[in-house]
C-alpha cells in the first residue's frame, strides 16, 4: 500500500530535549515536506527537500533541522525543543511528474 | 510569496443540503495549482479536489465541485447532498508551477453538518 509513516504519532517532552520525528514514504517520491499545524493558521512548511541531499528552508524553519540521506526518509529534528513548538506537524512527498502532495498521518507533540 | 485566506472559520449546512466554502488566494504566477483537503477527525489530510490553473473548467469530484474564478483569484468549493461523514476542517491551498512541492494553506474552515 502506497503510504507515508510518521513516527511516533504522540510525543510529550520537556524544553531542552532533543528529538527526532522520522518520516518515510514507500512511493519513490523525490519531494518531501515537513509542515506544521496550529489552529487559525492552517499548515505551515517548516523545510522540504527536492532530493536526495537537496534541502531547503520553508516559512516556518527556526528551530528545526531536517536531512535527506536516503530518498525514502525524511526525519524531522528538534534540537533544544520549545513550548512554542507544541504542535500538530506532517509529513508529505509527492512525485516530481505530480502536483499532488500525500500526507502522513500526523505526529501531535508536546513540549513542557 | 503568495497567501490563501479562508474567510469563514466555521460553517454549517443541513444534511442532504448544498454548502458552499470560500477561498481567496493572491499569487503573481500565471501557473500554478489550487486544492481542497478535507481534514477530519483522525487528522489525516485527505486530497479532495485538484484544480489546474490553465484550465478554464471547473473541476468535479463526485459531490465536490469548484468554482474556479482566475482573474477573481477566487476559488471555492462546493458540497452538494451533504453527508454527515463531510463533518471536518476543509484547507484551501495553492502551489506555484516551479515551486517543487511547497504548498501554502489557508486557515481553514470547519464545517458542521446537522442532521
Known amino acids: 500500500e502506497a503510504q507515508v509513516t510518521q513516527n511516533p504519532r504522540y510525543l510529550i517532552t520537556v524544553t531542552g530535549k532533543k528529538l527526532t520525528v522520522t518520516c518515510s514514504q514507500n512511493?519513490?517520491?523525490?519531494?518531501m515536506s515537513w509542515y506544521r499545524q496550529d489552529p487559525g493558521l492552517g499548515l505551515r512548511q517548516i523545510y522540504y527537500?527536492?532530493?536526495?541531499?537537496?534541502?531547503d528552508k520553508g516559512d516556518v524553519p527556526e528551530g528545526y533541522k531536517v536531512s535527506r540521506k536516503e530518498k525514502r526518509n525524511f526525519p524531522l529534528i528538534l534540537e533544544s525543543p520549545s513550548p512554542n513548538q507544541t504542535s500538530l506537524y506532517f509529513c508529505?512527498?509527492?512525485?516530481?511528474?505530480?502536483?499532488?502532495?500525500?500526507f502522513g498521518p500526523g505526529t501531535r507533540l508536546l513540549v513542557l | 510569496a503568495q497567501t490563501v485566506t479562508q474567510s469563514q472559520p466555521e460553517m454549517s449546512v443541513q444534511e442532504a443540503e448544498t454548502v458552499t466554502l470560500s477561498c481567496t488566494y493572491d499569487?503573481?504566477?500565471?501557473?500554478?495549482?489550487l486544492f481542497w483537503y478535507k481534514q477530519p477527525p483522525s487528522r489525516q489530510m485527505i486530497l479532495v479536489i485538484r484544480?489546474?490553473?490553465?484550465?478554464?473548467q471547473n473541476a468535479t469530484e463526485n459531490r465536490f465541485s469548484v468554482n474556479f474564478q482566475k482573474a477573481a483569484k477566487s476559488f471555492s468549493l462546493k458540497i452538494s447532498d451533504s453527508q454527515l461523514g463531510d463533518a471536518a476542517m476543509y484547507f484551501c491551498?495553492?502551489?506555484?508551477?516551479?515551486?517543487?512541492?511547497?504548498?501554502?494553506f489557508g486557515g481553514g474552515t470547519r464545517l458542521m453538518v446537522k442532521p
Open positions: 527537500s527536492m532530493n536526495v541531499e537537496v534541502t
Open positions: 508529505a512527498s509527492s512525485s516530481r511528474y505530480q502536483e499532488t502532495q500525500y
Open positions: 484544480q489546474e490553473a490553465y484550465k478554464q
Open positions: 491551498a495553492s502551489k506555484m508551477q516551479d515551486a517543487g512541492n511547497m504548498l501554502t
Open positions: 499569487t503573481s504566477e500565471s501557473d500554478y495549482y
Open positions: 512511493m519513490n517520491h523525490e519531494y
